[in-house]
């Protein structure tokens, strides 16, 4: 793991080993000036070579800040530089993906695996390894300066050093399972606050205030409940360290003081056993931390891992790639232009996750500037044909003819430049409306994004607002009513001009004037344009070329309006069903 994120810093790497090494000589150097001091200034009661005592002080002093401070900087840069190569790199191949998913996989998991478990990756490979290299030093270093002064004092010294390695192996596996339950527990008080600010507005309607802050209380208790034991431990952890670190002097003071009495060791040799005896246990506990966190991290490399092992299910062919391109590189030079005649060759289709086909050998020829309505009850999977013409999926036999050509012949990128899709629940980015329009058409003219507009009854709202096409809309269009963003929604893919044009609901959010205002003007836009519109109110479809009714996920029947209300079949009876709704509504 660490040698594949950290090659391209190999350099870095190497130079902050180096400083760290250096620093490590430094601090384990310092005793010995002390001891220098000791036995020749205080004992010998003279100054004589102060002055250049002093010099290779400072120098040695200067040497350690330089060789922490580029430490330092080098840990810092590494760490960040790796969370940037593994984000961009997860974020790229997750674009890649196909919907099923997305459907399958949580936001908060996928933000986790890209945020937390890369930050946790970063930190390790910078300041975990670097922890490793000073106190693996410095320690080296201590126990053959100790093992030259005194063999004696430092067999001592090592046995004390050994139980607090295993003391701290063994509180160290302890403390992991209960951050991690913290971990897990402070996810679940997160989920518990997403929730509450997602759904204010049910929560409020349904007045489940109390419910809520229940849950809520329950999950920070068991949070305070973990985080205590968890607390306690570490004070246990500390307090027990602390007492080996105090019997490591006890044993220098008396054992180094017998043989200073005995002239058997000089006072500064003693200072120098004390000043390591004080200062080991830091590197011991800083080594099993680091490696039980190395091994912790395996678990946030294996996730990281798995996403990005996910292929999507719906991909180019290389031979695609060599001629139009990817996503991030596309061939544009290469494109053909879309006429927009589109073929169901004996579909058949079963989605990923499902035990029953949606369509069984279906076929269907849709002409350049159709109009296709897809109806059918809540759920009854009427994105089925649209998925498959957009290809979200791809047919599980048969094929779907584009302008005579395979859609797998032609590149994904390609597809979806010439569609316009506008969805049910719409979705605006952060930013102004301008931005948002300009998705659609990033070179449009201030003439073309206001005939967009007009065209779909949207410019006096955006005239309305104080900013105007400035406005900022913010976080996924929260600053607009749902009416509004649709029809920004609307104007964005007019603006893209797109030979195929796919309309879920698209006025399911408006007003009624607005709808009838922006059903008139769908005639003049889906002009020349083959258009699928998935529709919940039959009025608004009856003049579409093509009629497909859909029920339990499968087409029940297919034709226009007037064929389909003859069979007095499945599409009769929704239409003829709504219509005495809306009668019954207007008579009471």
């Given amino acids: 793991m660490m040698v594949e994120v950290s090659k391209p810093y190999r350099k870095k790497m190497i130079i902050m080993i180096v400083a760290g090494f250096i620093c490590s000589a430094c601090d384990s150097v310092f005793p010995l000036f002390n001891r220098y001091a000791l036995d020749h200034y205080v004992a010998d009661k003279t100054l004589d070579t102060l002055k250049k005592f002093i ?29 940037r190569d593994l984000r961009n790199r997860s974020f790229r191949h997750i674009q890649k993906l196909s919907l099923s998913y997305f459907n399958s996989n949580s936001v908060g998991s996928i933000h986790s695996r890209i945020m937390s478990d890369t930050s946790k990756i970063g930190e390790t490979v910078a300041w975990r390894l670097m922890d490793i290299v000073w106190s693996g030093a410095y320690l080296v270093s201590i126990l053959f300066n100790m093992l030259v002064i005194s063999p004696s004092l430092f067999l001592a010294v090592f046995l004390l050093i050994i139980a607090a390695a295993v003391i701290s192996m063994v509180f160290q596996g302890k ?12 996810s679940v008080i997160t989920g518990d606050l997403n929730e509450m600010v997602t759904g204010v507005r049910t929560i409020k309607t349904m007045t489940i205030e109390k419910r809520m802050e229940k849950k809520f209380f329950e999950d920070t208790e068991k949070m305070r409940s973990v985080s205590v034991r968890s607390g306690r431990l570490s004070a246990l952890f500390s307090s027990t360290v602390s007492f080996v670190s105090a019997l490591a002097l006890s044993v220098v003071l008396w054992k180094g003081g017998r043989l200073t009495i005995e002239n058997a060791m000089l006072i500064g040799n003693l200072s120098v056993f004390m000043s390591y005896a004080l200062g080991m246990l830091g590197p011991v506990q800083s080594i099993v931390n680091t490696l039980s966190q190395f091994i912790a991290i395996r678990a946030n490399w294996e996730r990281y891992i798995k996403l990005m092992e996910v292929s999507p299910d719906v991909s180019d062919t290389p031979e695609v790639i060599s001629r139009y391109g990817d996503s991030f590189a596309p061939k544009r030079e290469n494109w053909e232009p879309m006429k927009g005649d589109i073929f169901f060759d004996n579909v058949s289709f079963r989605y990923p996750d499902g035990d029953t086909e949606v369509l069984t050998n279906f076929t269907l020829d849709i002409p350049k500037g159709s109009m296709v309505a897809i109806v059918g009850e809540t759920g009854a999977g009427k994105s089925t044909l649209v998925n498959l013409v957009c290809r979200f999926y791809e047919p599980t036999k048969g094929r779907v003819l584009l302008d005579g050509k395979d859609l797998r012949e032609r590149s994904v990128m390609w597809l979806h430049s010439h569609i316009g899709y506008v969805l049910q629940t719409p979705h605006l980015f952060s930013g102004t409306i301008r931005e948002n329009l300009m998705y659609g058409k990033p070179d449009a003219t201030e003439e073309e994004i206001y005939s967009a507009l007009k065209a779909v009854y949207a410019f006096d709202i955006v005239e309305e607002l104080e900013g105007g096409l400035d406005s900022i809309v913010g976080e996924g269009g929260n600053s607009l009513s749902t009416g509004q963003k649709q029809l920004i929604s609307f104007a964005r893919a007019v603006l893209a001009d797109p030979d195929i044009l796919i309309l879920d609901e698209a006025t399911a959010s408006v007003d009624t004037i607005t709808e009838k205002k922006i059903q008139s003007a769908i005639k003049t836009l889906t002009a020349n344009r083959t258009t699928f519109v998935i529709a919940h109110r039959l009025s608004t479809i009856v003049d579409a070329d093509m009629i497909i009714a859909v029920n339990n996920g499968k087409i029940a029947e297919q034709g226009s309006h007037a064929e389909l209300m003859a069979k007095k079949g499945y599409y009769y009876s929704l239409y003829t069903r709504q219509h005495e709704d809306i009668d019954r509504v207007l008579t009471d």
Avoid: D, H, T, W
């Fill in 55 to 83: 010099f290779l002080y400072v120098l040695l002093l200067v040497i350690q800040v330089a060789g922490s401070y580029i430490s330092a900087i080098l840990c810092g840069m590494i760490e960040v530089s790796v969370n």
């Fill in 175 to 186: 403390l992991i399972k209960i951050n991690r339950l913290i971990r897990e527990q402070n």
